[in-house]
């Protein structure tokens, strides 16, 4: 992992919640070329910017850097949708998963 992962990570997580950079650098409340210079490779986000950005993709840090997961805010969609479910339900989604797999 390197500083392109997280150049990388951010531009296709923004991509996914169909913002452009200038929203999101006004969103985080930076001026418009904010995360132009992130991915562009200017900057990079210090660390308590980190966890605001982590926060507006409404992830956590360790989903942001696990690079196996490419959609960790389906994924937490998901698992927050199987908590409310009861097991026979769970267990039903588990084997549409292991089909699927």
Known sequence: MN?????????????????????????????RGYIYNISSGKSLPPLNELFAICDYFNITPSE??????????????????????????ILLILNIINRLL
């Open 3 to 31: 500083d392109n992962f997280v150049r990388d990570r951010i531009t296709q997580l923004r991509m996914r919640k169909g913002v452009s950079e200038y929203k999101m650098s006004y969103d985080l409340g930076h001026s």
């Open 64 to 89: 942001f850097f696990d690079e196996s997961i490419a959609s960790p805010e389906l994924i937490k969609k998901a698992i927050e949708g199987l908590k409310n479910l009861e097991d026979a339900d």
